[in-house]
Antibody, heavy 123, light 108 residues
Framework: DVQLVESGGVVVQPGGSLRLSCAAS????????MHWVRQAPGKGLEWVSF????????SYADSVQGRLTISRDNTKNYLFLEMRSLRIEDTALYYC????????????????WGKGTTVTVSS | SYELTQPASVSVSPGQTARITCSGE??????GYWYQKKPGQAPVLVIY???ERPSGIPERFSGSSSGTTVTLTISGVQAEDESDYYC???????????FGGGTKLTVL
């Protein structure tokens, strides 16, 4: 089965740092672009970041640019989100999602999602 | 920057047709995608490339596109379709991804 499992969500103080991980299985992870998406309590979905199949292309929402860094390890089938200078408004359930298409022909829709990991930024 | 606008809520009776719109300039150049999001569950892709349905999604879900608007249509709505629905598209200047604010579908 195609599966994504996020981990690393914790309670952290404002200004703190943490790293989220997403373990992929059941598909050729190295062939697919990936996204991070979050949902704050009581709010809608918010796209956070994108990385292409080999990590050579990344993009970020304006709200996280310069504070969050997406990366991947295709040898271990892991996606990461390094988070620093965390703010109260970063509190959310963070999902990793597999992008459509494959290789250079990636598309931006998200056809497989994990169950998410919760980040709480609070003093 | 671009935005995607959805109605906050849509209500229909079982068996009727629900239509949820998503409007924004990005949709004139990029595909629209639709997700079903139920409380406590991960989002599920129900439409991609404006009108394509992933395998496993019931045929009652369909999509269309015209100009700067994409529409998700659910024909013969069932109680299990009650959910939040989100559209997504791409601001190609980034490329950044955009989500609409979400539409709560209520089955009366």
């Amino acid at each position: 089965d195609v599966q994504l499992v996020e981990s690393g969500g914790v309670v952290v103080q404002p200004g703190g740092s943490l790293r989220l991980s997403c373990a992929a299985s059941g598909f050729n992870f190295h062939d697919y672009a990936m996204h991070w998406v979050r949902q704050a309590p009581g709010k809608g979905l918010e796209w956070v970041s994108f990385i292409n199949w080999d990590g050579s292309t990344t993009s970020y929402a304006d709200s996280v640019q310069g504070r969050l860094t997406i990366s991947r390890d295709n040898t271990k089938n892991y996606l990461f989100l390094e988070m620093r200078s965390l703010r109260i408004e970063d509190t959310a359930l963070y999902y990793c999602a597999k992008a459509g298409g494959a290789g250079s022909f990636y598309e931006y829709y998200m056809d497989v999602w994990g169950k998410g990991t919760t980040v709480t930024v609070s003093s | 920057s671009y935005e995607l606008t959805q109605p906050a809520s849509v209500s229909v009776s079982p068996g009727q047709t629900a239509r949820i719109t998503c409007s924004g300039e990005a949709l004139s150049k990029q595909y629209g995608y639709w997700y079903q999001k139920k409380p406590g569950q991960a989002p599920v892709l129900v439409i991609y490339r404006d009108r394509e349905r992933p395998s496993g999604i019931p045929e009652r879900f369909s999509g269309s596109s015209s100009g700067t608007t994409v529409t998700l249509t659910i024909s013969g709505v069932q109680a299990e379709d009650e959910s939040d629905y989100y559209c997504q598209s791409t601001d190609s200047s980034g490329p950044y991804q955009l989500f609409g604010g979400g539409t709560k579908l209520t089955v009366l």
